[in-house]
Structures are given as C-alpha cells and as structure tokens.
Nanobody, 123 residues
C-alpha cells in the first residue's frame, strides 16, 4: 500500500527556511516520481517541484527557482524540499504526491497523495 507522510511545516519569518520531508512506504523511490504541490486558501493547487530518480530529473516552478531545492534519499525512501528565502506568498498547505511509470515528473497526474503540512510565512 502506497503511503506518503509529510512533515517539517511550521511558522517562519520572511527570509527564513524550512525543510519539508516526504516519507514514502509501500514502494521504492527508484521507480516513482515524487512531486511537491501547495495550495493556499482560495487558490488553486500549484505544482512546486518534482524529482524522478529513474531519469535523474528535477523540476521547479518559476516562483521557487533558486530558493527551493528538492532531493531524494532513496535509502531512507524520503524526499526533501529545502525552502530558503521564504516569502509570505509561500504560505500554503504543502503536499507530496507519487506516481509510478516511465513518464516520471512529466506524468499528467499523480495517483497517491499525503495529508499535507502547513507552511506559514509571517512576521
């Protein structure tokens, strides 16, 4: 059974940093793409970043390029999202999602989702 558990969210001041974790179970990261998404109140869900070990591919939304870094520890079956230089507009619930198959991060949809972790950037 595929399970994803996010952690690491919290309250941080503008300019601060957080590291989110997505602990995966029931499958191997070697064969799945893991995406990070976020949804702020009243806004649509936004794709933030993605990593696919199978083809050594990473993706970042323009809004987070240069500030966020995605990484994968396949031995721990965990994906991380290091978020630096946080801005108030980064405030959202962050979700990780997984999808198997050859398309990797280019998949049109992700089938398995975590419960989300709240990130609040405020002074």
């Amino acid at each position: 059974q595929v399970q994803l558990v996010e952690s690491g969210g919290g309250l941080v001041q503008p300019g601060g940093a957080l590291r989110l974790s997505c602990a995966a179970s029931g499958f191997s990261l070697d064969f799945y793409a893991i995406g990070w998404f976020r949804q702020a109140p009243g806004k649509e869900r936004e794709g933030v970043s993605c990593i696919s070990s199978r083809d050594d591919y990473t993706y970042y939304a323009d809004s987070v390029k240069g500030r966020f870094t995605i990484s994968s520890d396949n031995a721990k079956n965990t994906v991380y999202l290091q978020m630096n230089s946080l801005k108030p507009e980064d405030t959202a619930v962050y979700y990780c999602a997984a999808e198997p198959g050859g398309l990797g991060c280019r998949t049109p949809s992700f089938g398995s989702w975590g419960q989300g972790t709240q990130v609040t950037v405020s002074s």
